[in-house]
């Protein structure tokens, strides 16, 4: 396997050297390039390194996501500054305006252990520029403005507190400072802007003790050369020799960061899934799309089952308030939770995934159905190449009687209502691992005769 995951790179190596010969167009250098740089994911296992930083975070699975800035203030969207293309004087107001109260980061911890979530990731410094913190490098900051506090510093006290890990959001394009759009074309600009991202990096992985998980995001307009990125990692893990960082410096990092998606990555290659409850990242008072608890359940299924982490968004308003919905949802979540948490949680790679009404996670032998739509009395599995030893409902311990025959798994004698909201488990014990095959069913289960039926 291993020589042939090098032939396939050699080969695409050895295109791109025959490329470059025959002084082909820059466009078509550059596809090889991304090739080779997808190749090299895809197939990127674990370091031995990487296996020990990053347990718990495989252990986790879930966590929160938190946007929170002068924008949540302005309440109408983080990428408002931009997208309206607000005037920085304009803009600045909202800095003075942000007033979160004391105490609300415990809240939003409470919140997040309540929901069956083991990590957050607190936006620092989003694109516009704003830093929570108590930098020394620039004075548009929480200390030094409208909060009058370190932001940060209560996060972190915050989730401490409520036992959870402790990550940073920080993106790298800046709306503010002076030298964040023309360090792409100005190399003083360049020097100066790269110093100032990694004196920030540098603060915040100094002043706040062991810090979990570094998030990078948005690294407009320079590349890895231009950030200095390999410089910015080899910093970071010097500061914080457990951490984990993610993929948005344009190096690999640690995992992968799917947005607004459920994609799991191939070949071992660690990966979370980052997304909104409705469908902004920052606050915005009209944005009333909210996803249900049962969608949000159905999500954390299929990251788990295929081996990967969910993080879920909240927006505070700027008075560190959480949007009413977003509490109601995540406190569904979490009672959910309080019975289903171990097969979601600890879901080994699961195979069978073909239901109109439920997902699937397993533990070992162990097929967890999870029935969101139900259907009431009965359901079946299709296709299941293992045979079922025993089969309850998780919420009441109750045995769930069942036949089986080569093509169906048929779960009899349910209740009529669900027993269990918004999604209903039944733990299905194998002989084997289970796996699912729905072709066989299709090819081999009886079809009638021609015009005659038995
Ligand atoms: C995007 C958006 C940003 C958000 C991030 C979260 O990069 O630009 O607003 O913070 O996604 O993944």
Redesign the pocket.
């Known amino acids: 396997m291993d020589s042939f995951k090098i032939n396939r790179r050699n080969m695409l190596m050895g295109t791109g050297a025959s490329l470059a010969s025959l002084a082909l167009s820059g466009r078509a250098e550059a596809a090889m390039k991304a090739a080779v740089a997808a190749q090299d994911e895809a197939e990127a296992q674990p370091t031995p390194d990487q296996v020990r930083r990053m347990q718990w975070w495989h252990a986790a699975k879930f966590g929160m996501?938190i946007?929170f800035g002068c924008y949540s203030q302005h309440a109408r969207?983080?990428?408002a500054m931009e997208d309206e293309a607000i005037p920085l004087v304009e803009y600045q107001q909202f800095s003075q305006e942000f007033r979160p109260k004391p105490g609300s980061q415990r809240a939003w911890a409470k919140l997040a252990k309540a929901a069956g979530m083991k990590y957050m990731v607190m936006?620092t410094k989003?694109?516009e520029g704003f830093c929570n913190w108590d930098t020394k490098l620039t004075d548009y900051n929480a200390v030094k403005q409208g909060p009058k506090q370190d932001l940060v510093r209560e996060y972190v006290e915050a989730a401490r507190a409520e036992g959870m890990r402790v990550g940073f959001?920080y993106?790298l394009?800046d709306w503010h400072h002076p030298d964040g759009a023309r360090c792409a074309t100005d190399e003083d600009a360049r020097k100066r802007f790269v110093e100032y991202t990694h004196g920030l990096i540098r603060e915040l992985l100094t002043n706040y003790g062991k810090i979990d998980v570094l998030?990078y995001?948005?690294a407009w307009p320079l590349d890895a050369q231009g950030w200095e990125s390999e410089r910015m990692n080899k910093m970071v893990f010097e500061l914080q020799p457990d951490i984990i960082v993610n993929n948005?410096n344009h190096l690999p990092g640690d995992f992968s960061?799917p947005?607004?998606k459920i994609v799991a990555s191939n070949g071992g290659r660690a990966w979370e899934s980052?997304m909104?409850l409705n469908d902004s990242?920052?606050f915005q008072r009209a944005d009333d799309n909210w996803k249900s608890s049962k969608t949000i359940i159905r999500n954390l299924i299929s990251c788990t089952r295929d081996g990967g982490n969910y993080?879920l968004?909240i927006g505070p308003r700027g008075d560190g308030s959480i949007p009413e919905e977003s509490v109601r949802v995540l406190s569904e979540v979490g009672k959910w939770m309080e019975t289903n948490a171990d097969p979601v949680r600890n879901s080994d790679l699961c195979q069978p995934r073909r239901s109109t009404y439920a997902s699937f996670t397993r533990i070992g032998n162990t097929l967890y159905m999870h029935v969101h739509f139900w259907p009431g009395g009965d359901v079946a599995i299709s296709g299941l190449q293992t045979k079922v030893k025993s089969a309850r409902l998780m919420k009441t311990g109750q045995d769930v009687k069942f036949t089986q025959d080569p093509y169906r798994v048929h779960l009899v004698g349910l209740p009529m209502e669900a027993p269990d909201s918004p999604v209903t488990t039944i733990a299905i014990e194998c002989e084997s691992e289970p796996k699912q095959d729905t072709d066989f069913v299709r090819k081999n289960k009886p079809r009638g005769g021609v015009g005659i039926e038995a």
């Open positions: 996501f946007h969207h983080e990428w936006t989003h694109h959001y993106s394009m998030w995001d948005v948005r960061t947005e607004q980052c909104t990242w920052g993080l968004n």
